[in-house]
């Protein structure tokens, strides 16, 4: 009965084109009546609570990081260092797009701020060069989704603090699948790109590749800091956060000379906005999960899935199609937070180690970021790139299909992730 009243409530709301942040104090409000605890002041003690976390000041930060890195020019000059390096390939602005995102991935850790950054400055470059547009921007899209995975990622952040998983560890986890779904990516592109008609650019000479690298150094040296900063345990994934919004801005307005004082007002106004959503988003979703402990859903669920407890495998996999499920009509954060505290006391009930799970959990949904109908980062892509997210849709499909690829062959073979893993830590 409690299981079905939390759906009933939640899917219920949404129906209703609720926000779902106000959709998720709804299903808290109803399982509190089910649960004969109505009270108003314990529903407003629980959201204070769940925006009373340290880690998650890392989000603002984060945040503000990639808007500064954008608007810096730092995004623009590591993709000048991808194209020195493999523009003038047979389809050599693909495996830009691909190097590009897995850098600014590691400097970011927004999948929307990168997608938008990445369809400003390639797509109509790709498109001038014959590149077919719609394929271009599926590309596009499929490589931004990597930020989330390579640290330093929002989305681990907020798993962590919700899972009460260590961040540092589950940053570390990350670089290594982060890196292979690049490749995953690229090989892809190699195949899809074999009768590709694209012009080719001519090869940048070595005093060309230099240059570039000179030039992109600075923003290069941001993601060693803030990977070498953690395994060494220099600061914490909060500090790591105020140090690459520090950097980022340093080398934008002393360095680059591009960003000017000017622009940092609108600059702090969209990253507080955009983490004022993701924070009332946390707390709301720490209200229904603090009701889902007091009403033992966790251990109704164990009792479902007794026969599965003993096989982790299977496990996880069925864990993974919810999640894909459920990633196709929510939102990144919303499902972080909603499935996390559902699926912890089954996974130590199996004996699942939560980091592996965390890194599986957090490409799931990074995927369901360019999953129709909702598809955030594809919304991005075709407003940027003004297209319809029909044509983007089609084109992000054999990208989409080669990432869920490689995350259910992580499922498989768990050493892919703790082997090295374990080395960073």
Avoid at 45 to 69: D, R, T
Avoid at 158 to 180: D, Q
Avoid at 404 to 411: E, H, K, N, Q, S
Wanted: charged share 10%; glycine share 8%.
């Amino acid at each position: 009965m409690t299981i079905a009243i939390f759906l009933g409530a939640l899917l219920g709301a949404m129906a209703l084109g609720v926000p779902i942040a106000f959709g998720l104090l709804v299903t808290g409000a109803a399982l509190m009546w089910h649960l004969n605890m109505l009270d108003a002041q314990i529903l407003a003690q629980n959201i204070i609570e769940g925006a009373n976390s340290f880690p998650l000041l890392a989000v603002p930060f984060f945040m503000l990081a990639g808007e500064i890195m954008n608007a810096g020019g730092l995004s623009r000059r590591i993709v000048d260092f991808a194209i020195s390096l493999v523009g003038h390939l047979r389809g050599g602005l693909g495996y830009v797009a691909i190097m590009a995102a897995v850098i600014m991935g590691a400097l970011s850790g927004s999948a929307v701020a990168d997608a938008a950054a990445l369809a400003a400055l390639l797509l109509p470059v790709m498109s001038k060069a014959g590149y077919d547009r719609a394929r271009s921007a599926g590309l596009i899209s499929a490589g931004a989704i990597i930020a989330p995975i390579i640290p330093p990622s929002i989305g681990f952040v907020i798993f962590g603090v919700t899972a009460n998983v260590s961040i540092s560890k589950l940053f570390l986890a990350g670089i290594v699948p982060g890196l292979m779904l690049g490749l995953a990516l690229a090989f892809t592109w190699w195949l899809l790109s074999r009768k590709e008609q694209g012009q080719l650019r001519p090869r940048a000479s070595l005093a060309e590749v230099r240059k570039a690298l000179k030039d992109a150094s600075l923003a290069l040296g941001l993601p060693v800091i803030v990977v070498v900063g953690l395994k060494f345990g220099v600061f914490t994934p909060t500090e790591a956060a105020v140090v690459a919004a520090v950097y980022a801005l340093l080398i934008s307005t002393l360095v680059y000379k591009e960003l000017k004082l000017s622009q940092l007002f609108g600059l702090f106004r969209s990253a507080a906005q955009t983490t004022a959503v993701i924070m009332f988003l946390v707390a709301a979703a720490m209200v229904v999960a603090w009701l889902i402990t007091v009403a033992n859903l966790p251990g109704e669920l164990i009792s479902l899935l007794q026969p599965l407890l003993d096989r982790p495998t299977l496990l996880l996999l069925s864990m993974m199609v919810i999640t894909m499920l459920v990633g196709t009509a929510m939102d990144m954060t919303p499902t972080i937070v909603i499935l996390t505290p559902v699926f912890m006391p089954l996974l130590k009930a199996a004996g699942i180690d939560p980091v592996y799970f965390g890194v599986l959990f957090m490409i799931n949904n990074a995927i369901g970021l360019i999953t129709p109908p909702v598809g955030t980062v594809l919304s991005t892509v075709a407003g940027v790139g003004k297209l319809s997210m029909d044509e983007v849709t089609k084109g992000v499909w054999p990208f989409m299909i080669a990432q869920f690829a490689l995350m259910f062959l992580l499922v498989f073979f768990p050493s892919l992730v703790m082997v090295p893993a374990r080395w960073f830590y």
